[in-house]
């Protein structure tokens, strides 16, 4: 694509990262379906090597499909770079290795994916690393929060499971106060409603597994950097100001500055960790990208519709959607997600627990799934699945209470979605 920066968000969709291909004309990205590529000469590979040239040597790291992916993700945020990978939850760890060591901590917001919080309490402590939650709704709690072995703070933009938004200029600037990197899953809301990095995050994550491929068939993550943090200020992130001595001494910000972070995920997090995204789901990934705008700006139609009717409706209690007049939420919509609050959210019934099983059972059209963002209309009951192992009052603290279920809106009728819950309904509350 020609540099252009002035583009608009959907016509970068389409383009960006991607060129007619230089061999043989193809108009679509090609699946560059190759584990190495061919040095020129044994001085190139020298080049490549030293990461004085920028190329490609083994799919590990580098890709030339992923490439464009990458590219394109990182022009949809207003990012300098992204790096892909094979899971939202490696591109997790792949954006807290850098950071991290052993006795170092991360802030996290209450409001989480339940695999981050299983991640973040559990598994990070094998490598020495520990997180504290916190509701960032309280500032003055997150800032308490923060000590000296703080790397970084965490939240997601439109929170799983729906209905809350995070004031990511709030929070921002208690990181900036405190010197640190905010890192941002930006995974409910995509770049279409949602722009970290223009609200003060230093790195956006991504599951690209929901709706930027957006039609459920593969896994993926991505990282970009805003390109904005100074890394070599506070001497707390040695990773990237500090020589590496696998590279003969080389100084990751010193050498790429605002590219620093993405090169160092390439260049040390893919190498050695090896959580790869292959170039067969970075294809789909960038078909479904190129009509992210269409796809979000239906799922959020739909998802008005069929809340707003929820709420109207007497069989349900009450319905947590930020996109709802009603939520305590809703103010900050305009603010940090101007298109609109996604397409996840909660209604809890009044037949209670037997009611929302019931309720599953008898929907036809919506599928009972671990999934969201997919182009299908998806539905789960936390507290029988996803959040089964923790106790009632935990359930309740996530926003699983038993008399809860969850949808993730899809693009179908929003009339047959709300047929379809209307049937359901019924059979749940006779
Ligand atoms: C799904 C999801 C993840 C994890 O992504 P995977 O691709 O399943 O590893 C992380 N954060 C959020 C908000 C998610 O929805």
């Keep these: 694509m020609p540099d252009a920066p002035a583009y608009g968000f959907d016509t970068l969709q ?11 004309g193809a108009r679509q990205t090609p699946i560059y379906q190759s584990t190495a590529f061919v040095f020129r000469d044994s001085d190139h590979a020298a080049a490549l090597f030293n990461l004085q040239e920028v190329g490609f040597i083994y799919s590990r ?29 490696a591109a997790q760890i792949m954006a807290l290795f850098p950071l991290m060591g052993p006795g170092r901590n991360l802030i996290a917001s ?27 709704d309280d500032l003055d709690a997150l800032r308490a929060a923060i000590d000296d072995d703080t790397r970084a703070i965490f939240c997601e933009s439109i929170a ?17 106060e405190a010197g640190l990197p905010l890192i941002v899953d930006n995974t409910s809301a995509t770049p279409y409603l949602c722009r970290p990095i223009d609200h003060g995050a230093t790195l956006v994550v991504h599951s690209t597994t929901k709706y930027l491929t957006g039609n459920g068939t593969v896994t993926g993550g991505a990282i970009v950097d805003s390109g904005r943090f100074d890394w070599s200020a506070s001497g707390k992130f040695p990773s990237l100001s500090e020589p590496e001595p696998a590279y003969h001494g080389l100084k990751f910000h010193e050498t790429f500055g605002a590219l ?10 893919l190498r050695d960790l090896g959580m790869t995204m292959n170039p067969q789901g970075a294809h789909y990934t960038l078909m479904g ?15 008005v519709k069929v809340a707003s009717w929820l709420e109207r409706d007497p069989r349900v209690a009450y319905v947590t959607y930020a996109g709802l007049p009603s939520s305590p939420y809703n103010a900050r919509v305009p603010r940090i997600c101007p298109k609109g609050a996604g397409a996840l959210f909660t209604f809890s019934l009044k037949a209670g627990y037997d009611g929302c099983v019931k309720l599953i059972d008898s929907l036809e059209l919506f599928s009972h799934v671990a999934n969201l963002g997919d182009t299908r209309s998806l539905i789960i009951h936390s507290a029988s699945t996803t959040h089964r192992q923790l106790t009632e009052a935990q359930q309740v603290a996530a926003g699983a209470a038993p008399d809860v279920v969850r949808l993730s809106i899809g693009i179908e009728d929003p009339d047959d979605l709300i047929a379809d819950l209307d049937q359901a309904l019924a059979k749940a509350s006779a």
């Design 14 to 24: 389409v383009h960006a990262g991607s060129r007619p291909d230089p061999a043989t």
């Design 61 to 89: 790291l580098t890709n030339p499909t992923v490439a464009v992916l990458q590219e394109r993700i990182a022009a949809l945020e207003g990012g300098a770079g992204a790096v892909c990978c094979s899971s939202g939850h």
């Design 110 to 136: 209450t409001r989480l994916y339940g695999g981050t919080v299983t991640q973040f309490t559990q598994t990070i402590r094998r490598f020495g690393w520990s997180a504290t939650f916190v509701d960032f």
């Design 160 to 176: 799983n499971p729906g209905g809350y938004i995070t004031d990511l200029d709030a929070v921002a600037a208690v990181a900036d």
């Design 260 to 269: 620093a972070f993405t090169f160092h995920g390439i260049a040390i997090g």
């Design 289 to 303: 990208i190129e009509t992210l705008s269409l796809r979000m700006q239906r799922h959020v139609e739909n998802a």
